[in-house]
């Protein structure tokens, strides 16, 4: 599996936008990228996935490198509930298996 | 809608002994996989299966199994149960078991192995 590499921490304040990075210099040219978010005492939680355009949803967007070997989760207004481990997830296209690594642990102050 | 469910929420159990984890799936999804996530790490594939059919195996001993059953939902079964596999054990469903499926995560079992 190609793998990704992330921050351990990250911190933010409220209300202010956050860029959660993730380097795949390994990335084959059919995998996607996808960002799933845990919150405490719960499990994942999908958040968004792109190949090669950048992406936007109600909850964030996902800019990818030219060169796909980023790619850079945005949240544009963080809040207290965004508190939470991101990861950042390479999909092959054969089966649907996700392969987590430790992700980065975002925090959200006052 | 119901999203995944899992029971139970907690379980002990001691060394060498079997557990059985439960999931359903959110409804009309068809494929089931299980991960087992130890404290501080992310979650690790066990198993995946689509239409009771094994569709994808993980790294684990064959102390681990699963299966699926006719109306989708699944169980994950650990026998001689070691002290390392005291973890939370999720479970995800999706639609389908294609690669472009979102996977949709229920709040796991909390299993602790004494």
């Known amino acids: 599996d190609a793998k990704t590499t992330q921050p351990n921490s990250m911190e933010s304040n409220e209300e202010e936008p956050v860029h959660l990075p993730c380097n795949h210099s390994t990335i084959s040219g059919t995998d996607y990228i996808h960002w799933y978010r845990q919150l405490p005492s719960q499990g994942p939680e999908y958040v968004i996935h792109?190949?090669?355009s950048n992406v936007n949803n109600r909850m964030a967007s996902l800019a990818i490198a030219e060169d796909r070997k980023s790619s850079t989760l945005i949240l544009h207004r963080a809040t207290l509930r965004d508190a939470a481990v991101y990861y950042c997830i390479l999909k092959e296209t054969s089966g649907s298996r996700l392969t987590f690594g430790e992700g980065t642990q975002l925090t959200v102050n006052p | 809608d119901a999203g995944v469910t899992q029971s139970p929420t907690h379980l002990i159990k001691t060394r060498g002994q079997q557990v059985t984890l439960r999931c359903s799936p959110i409804?009309?999804?068809?494929?089931v996989s299980w991960y087992q996530q130890v404290l501080g790490q992310g979650p690790q594939f066990i198993f995946q299966?689509?239409?009771?059919?094994?569709?994808g195996r993980g790294n684990f001993p064959d102390r681990f199994s699963a299966r699926q059953f006719p109306n989708y939902s699944s169980e994950l079964n650990v026998n001689a149960l070691l002290l390392g596999d005291s973890a939370l054990y999720l479970c995800?469903?999706?639609?389908?078991?294609?690669?472009?499926?979102?996977?949709?995560f229920g709040p796991g079992t909390r299993l602790t192995v004494l």
């Open positions: 299966y689509y239409e009771k059919e094994e569709r």
């Open positions: 409804s009309g999804h068809k494929s």
């Open positions: 792109g190949l090669t």
């Open positions: 995800a469903s999706s639609l389908w078991a294609a690669s472009t499926d979102t996977q949709y």
